[in-house]
């Protein structure tokens, strides 16, 4: 008789001998794509290098209650604005220019959580992927895996999911057509209790939809005002957070 081997690795977790190896922590959603996902990888280029190391510095020295994960879209807060809002509540910058969902992975097993146990981790990565010509669906599993990782390194702590913020100045420009896409597939990851999913990126945009070059010069990157229409809508959002289980 043959026995299904996943049938059996579970017989044997239940009997406390060994843990079945295809369970992962349960989240809302399900696999986005069955496309293989570029492998967890470090940044190789010295700014990126040099940034990784200090955020890995600033994990082990100074205290904080909660992560900012990200690209340069965290990397590049206003300063003043970063002060007043965020470092304000707590909250370290752990944000590196460039980075896409395979690199933010690889920091998560090499430093990035190495620290106190956050309270929260806001996420908020992906753009870069659809930059990188990847599909929306691609780019919304490599969102998906850094939320396994995260369940699975954090289990008692919140993980606040941003949607990726408008790029593009008019509303049916294709990549912020992208963006709406992967926000559609990464929301249902959101269930309330362990993951929350926030969509804020419409406080950057005016009454037609337009992502002008007020907020965004080159329709990527924030200046200080677009900052300063993301930052209290965060603080709201980071405000109603339910402590820590």
Request: overall charge positive.
């Amino acid at each position: 008789m043959t026995i299904n081997p996943r049938i059996a690795a579970l017989v044997l977790a239940i009997a406390g001998l060994t843990q079945p190896a295809f369970a992962e922590p349960p989240l809302r959603c399900g696999h986005f794509t069955r496309d293989v996902l570029a492998k967890p990888e470090p940044r190789e280029n010295p700014f990126p290098v040099r940034r990784g190391e200090l955020i890995n510095a600033n994990i082990r020295s100074q205290p904080y209650r909660m992560l900012l994960l990200g690209d340069s879209l965290t990397e590049r807060w206003d300063p003043a604005l970063w002060r007043d809002h965020m470092a304000a509540r707590g909250i370290l910058n752990a944000g590196v220019s460039g980075d896409r969902t395979e690199h933010l992975l690889w920091r998560l097993d090499h430093g990035n959580l190495a620290g106190p146990v956050p309270q929260a981790v806001i996420v908020l990565i992906g753009t870069n992927d659809l930059g990188h010509g990847r599909s929306p669906e691609v780019a919304a599993e490599g969102v998906r895996a850094i939320l396994v990782k995260l369940r699975e390194r954090l289990p008692n702590t919140r993980v606040v999911l941003l949607g990726l913020l408008p790029r593009e100045e008019a509303p049916n420009a294709w990549l912020r057509q992208q963006v709406n896409a992967v926000n559609r597939l990464i929301q249902t990851c959101g269930d309330n209790q362990a993951v929350f999913y926030a969509d804020i990126g419409g406080t950057l945009l005016d009454g037609q939809g337009r992502l002008t070059r007020a907020m965004a010069p080159d329709q990527l990157h924030f200046s200080a005002a677009g900052y300063a229409r993301l930052a209290p809508t965060l603080d709201r959002l980071i405000d109603a957070l339910p402590a820590a289980r």
